[in-house]
């Protein structure tokens, strides 16, 4: 689900996050996972399993696998691909422009 625009935010240059890998940023009191595969894109960083960081976890064909208990999901819809259906992480728009990565929060 993406969530209504209230304000572009800089969140990291554009060489902070290497491609195919995620890194974790706090945004107004969120904690969010920006993603580098295909372009940018970024989901809630915490896993609806036990609150677990889900941007180091290891990335392969557009899903993250959260590095606490191998749970699945999508960086571009952030739909959960097993154990729970139904289940999305919220999603934000994402932009590289010339002076870095910005992010719709």
């Known amino acids: 689900m993406k969530l209504a625009s209230m304000a572009w ?4 240059e554009k060489g902070d996050i290497a491609t195919g890998k995620g ?3 706090k945004i107004d009191n969120k904690q969010i996972a920006i993603f580098n595969q295909g372009g940018y894109h ?4 915490l896993c609806v399993h036990q609150d677990g960081s889900i941007a180091p976890g290891k ?3 557009g899903i993250v696998e959260c590095p606490l208990h191998f ?3 999508n960086i571009k819809t952030g739909e959960l691909k097993d154990y729970l259906k139904d289940v999305k992480l919220a999603t934000y728009h994402v932009e590289a422009r010339t002076d870095g990565i910005y992010v719709d929060i």
Do not use: N, P
């Open 59 to 61: 990335l392969e064909g």
């Open 42 to 45: 970024a989901i809630d960083d």
């Open 71 to 73: 749970w699945h999901y």
């Open 23 to 25: 890194k974790a940023f």
């Open 9 to 12: 935010k800089k969140i990291a």
